[in-house]
C-alpha cells in the first residue's frame, strides 16, 4: 500500500456483519461498524443457533438447559403459561446457568463461537477483518486476530449471567406481559458485547504490537 | 467523546463511506492510516 493509492469505499447494503467494504488495489475488507452502548453483535432464531450448537458438539442436556433459560417458562419450547424474569430465574437457577458457562467458555469452542457471533455469521462467506467503535472523527478499531485474542484472554473471566467470554446471551424479549407485539422476540437469541469499546483499548494499551 | 454523535447506525455507515471513497491514503485521519496498515500491510 502507497500514500497515493486510491480507496474505494461504500456501504454493504445486504445484513451481513460487513457494513462497509474498503477496496486498494483491488484487496477488499470487510469492516463492521459499531456505535453506542451494550452492542449487539448478533441476533439468530433459537432453532438455528440449537443446530450450530450440535454441529459443533455441545451436548444435548446443556442445550436444553440453554432452551430452558431462553424461554424462562418451564419448557424447551416456550409453551410454558408462567414466564418469568431473567433476574428471577438466575435466582431460581445460577448452578444451571453455571454449567452451560462452564460448557460454553471451554477453550475448544470460543473460534467457533467468535466466529459466528462477531466475524462471520450464519448468512456470510467471509470473516470481517476488523470492527471500528465510533463516528469518523474519533474512533478506535480492533483487527479480526485481535478478536479471537481477547476473547481467549477473557475466557475464565467469573460471570454470573449466560454468557461466553466477553459476550452474553439472551432472549431478545422475555415478553413476561405476552404481548402478541413482542412474541417473535423469544425465539431470538440475541448476543452482546457489552464492553466493546473498553476491550478494545484493553487490546489497543496492552497487546497490540507487543506480540 | 464524540465517538456517540447523534446519528443512526446506518448514518454512520454513510458517514464513513463517504470520508473514505476516492481519498488518497496519505490523506486520511490518522487512526485510519494505523488501520489500513493493518489491513493491507
Known amino acids: ?6 480507496i474505494e469505499c461504500w456501504v454493504n447494503k445486504s445484513k451481513r456483519k460487513a457494513d462497509i467494504y474498503i477496496k486498494i488495489n483491488g484487496y477488499v475488507r470487510g ?10 453483535v448478533h441476533v439468530e432464531s433459537v432453532n438455528t443457533l440449537i443446530t450450530f450448537f450440535r454441529e459443533i458438539g455441545i451436548e444435548e442436556e446443556i442445550i436444553r438447559k440453554f432452551l430452558y433459560y431462553q424461554y424462562a417458562d418451564g419448557t424447551i419450547n416456550g409453551i410454558g403459561k408462567k414466564r418469568i424474569s431473567s ?3 438466575r435466582e431460581a ?3 444451571e446457568i453455571d454449567e452451560i458457562n462452564k460448557v460454553f467458555n471451554d477453550e475448544k469452542y470460543i473460534n467457533s463461537f467468535v466466529n459466528h457471533f ?3 455469521g450464519n448468512k456470510s462467506l467471509y470473516e470481517v477483518d476488523a470492527i471500528i467503535y465510533g463516528v469518523v472523527e474519533d474512533f478506535v478499531w480492533i483487527a479480526k486476530e485481535e478478536v479471537y485474542f481477547i476473547m481467549q484472554k477473557h475466557l475464565k473471566d467469573e460471570v454470573a449471567s449466560l ?3 466477553l459476550l452474553t446471551l439472551q432472549p431478545m424479549a422475555r415478553n413476561l406481559n405476552f404481548n402478541p407485539k413482542y412474541e417473535f422476540g423469544r425465539n431470538q437469541v440475541q448476543v452482546k458485547w457489552y464492553a466493546l469499546p473498553d476491550n478494545i483499548i484493553e487490546v489497543m494499551a496492552f497487546y497490540r504490537n507487543r506480540k | 467523546m464524540v465517538f456517540n454523535k447523534d446519528i443512526t447506525g446506518y448514518e454512520n455507515e454513510e458517514e464513513f463511506a463517504f470520508y473514505l ?7 486520511v485521519y490518522p487512526n485510519f492510516l494505523d488501520l489500513l496498515y493493518k489491513l493491507y500491510g
Open chain 1, 1 to 6: 500500500m502507497d500514500f497515493n493509492d486510491y
Open chain 1, 31 to 40: 469492516i463492521s461498524i459499531k456505535k453506542g452502548i451494550k452492542n449487539s
Open chain 1, 87 to 89: 433476574s428471577a430465574y
Open chain 1, 93 to 95: 437457577h445460577q448452578n
Open chain 1, 118 to 120: 462477531v466475524l462471520q
Open chain 1, 163 to 165: 454468557h461466553i467470554s
Open chain 2, 21 to 27: 471513497n476516492g481519498k488518497q491514503v496519505g490523506r
